[in-house]
């Protein structure tokens, strides 16, 4: 599985390593990635959502405690705690976000990257959301969902492919410090860049929780109905029988009291029991 960027990649060959390309085309993108800022590749990009994930540079980090018999201790103020960051901390975070959305609802969402992008999509329209800007700080607007991240780019220390080498007169640096990620060699091009929406480092931006659970869209409540079998050839003078299911929808649990119209001359329909119960999910 080959991958450049934050575009995911599908089985098969890459031409070059860690490059999609060749046989290595990548997954479709989905119909619901669309955002200002999104590429036009045709291809699943990612990541979708940033959380501060630092683990210590600059003194940034998660601290952390738990019980003396963990080996974590939780005595002193929290700038004397033990420190952590990377994925093991942002994403559990962002599981417990996603977490209290479902608690608000009352519902399971599945996949919610689909919501993500329709609640991105009307902050930042076609042109982004000047107020929104992370660089704002705590001056941005109260009301964000996300917050646009349109500063700097992801660089690490490398070596090798992809790789910019100050000193070129080093051919084979042992001090992986010393290079770069680049998308040339020879020169340094930052190889993923911020922009206005959707961008490579970031995706969609930073999250406000508080934010993002209290202007989840409402599930429909509803229900559907679903008949076994769905339709009935009946000769003169004899009789038929269809089941009927009353299937729940974004937490539904009224009565269902149905009714027939529409019936030939001579013709009659009745339903046992009436109302419907609620069939189970």
């Not at 003194?59 to 960051?85: E, K, M, R």
Request: proline content about 8%.
């Amino acid at each position: 599985m080959g991958r450049r960027g934050g575009t995911v990649a599908g089985i098969g060959e890459s031409a070059q390593p860690g490059i999609v390309g060749g046989a290595c085309a990548g997954y479709a993108k989905p119909s619901w990635q669309l955002l200002v800022g999104v590429p036009s590749d045709g291809v699943r990009d990612i990541p979708d959502v940033s959380l501060f994930a630092a683990n210590g540079v600059w003194g940034h980090y998660y601290p952390f405690c738990s019980d003396p018999n963990h080996g974590f201790n939780c005595a002193g103020t929290p700038d004397t705690w033990d420190g952590g960051g990377g994925t093991s901390f942002s994403s559990p975070i962002m599981a417990g976000i996603q977490a209290l959305i479902n608690q608000k609802t009352g519902e399971r969402q599945g996949n919610p990257n689909a919501t993500y992008y329709k609640l991105a999509a009307a902050e930042y329209g076609a042109s982004g959301d000047t107020t929104c800007n992370s660089t704002l700080g705590n001056t941005a607007s109260s009301s964000c969902i996300f917050y646009d991240v349109t500063l700097g780019d992801n660089d690490i220390a490398c070596q090798g492919y992809g790789c910019y080498w100050p000193n070129a007169s080093e051919s084979s640096p042992t001090d992986p410090t010393v290079g770069v990620l680049s998308t040339s060699n020879s020169a340094f091009q930052p190889a993923y860049v911020t922009s206005t929406g959707w961008d490579f480092p970031t995706g969609i931006g930073s999250v406000n929780a508080a934010n993002l659970v209290n202007n989840w869209p409402e599930p429909a409540h509803g229900f559907t109905l679903a008949a076994t079998p769905s339709a009935l050839t009946i000769i003169h003078g004899n009789s038929g029988t269809s089941a009927i299911a009353v299937i729940p929808q974004g937490g539904f649990s009224g009565n269902v009291q149905l009714t027939v119209s529409g019936l030939p001359s001579g013709v009659t329909a009745a339903f046992s029991p009436n109302p419907r119960p609620l069939a189970a999910c």
